[in-house]
């Protein structure tokens, strides 16, 4: 059975919170379809007759509380002008965000993934869906000539994703983050550096 519940479903909102929680304490392959109903004071057949099972409890859970860092800028109206600006406004982000229990839960969805063949298709589907609307960034850039047209555009998102994951691999074992300065100006000049080839002669580097 797929996930047909509609919004207001106040059930549904409380399984939701209740397998966050338990995802985050005892992982996916730990957690229990029982004790997430228990969590929210519910009966498994709550949950069986809102979704499939635990791999779509987490999807829900990963779009409830794991906001990509656009979504974030896009809804805090936290950007004007190019398109690079808004790039370049994400990735110093990365040095500065408060610990976030949907990254986690995001993170857990990764581990999970290499061993359960459901998991690793919402995984691709929650990338691929962040990386549609990234790709739409890149793509007006491109036409306003902010980045090189040379430049393959899944390339560039893919560098993008690459960044934001290894941080929230960072953070995972709490791993010491740059200063915010010196990393603004890095990524600053990196994404500058989409705009043109810096090579005189556009050649391969030797």
Known sequence: MTDVALEGDPLRDRLVAAAAEVFAEK???????????????????????????????????????????????????????????????????????????????????????????????????????????????????KATGLVDDDLDDLAVVRFCHAVGLGFLLFEAVDLPRPAAQPWEHLIGRMVAAFAHDPRPDGGTPS
């Open 27 to 141: 992982g996916y392959d730990g957690a229990r379809v029982q004790e997430i109903a228990t969590r929210a004071g519910l009966t498994t057949g709550a949950i069986y007759g809102r979704f499939s099972g635990k791999a779509e409890l987490l999807q829900a859970a990963i779009e409830r509380y794991s906001t990509s860092e656009l979504d974030d800028l896009f809804a805090s109206h936290g950007f004007e002008g190019r398109v690079t600006d808004i790039l370049t406004t994400v990735g110093a982000h990365l040095v500065t965000r408060h610990p976030e229990a949907g990254r986690s839960l995001l993170l857990e969805a990764f581990v999970a993934a290499r061993r359960d063949a459901e998991v690793a298709a919402i995984v691709r589907r929650i990338v691929d869906d962040r990386a549609s609307r990234l790709a739409d960034l890149v793509a007006e850039a």
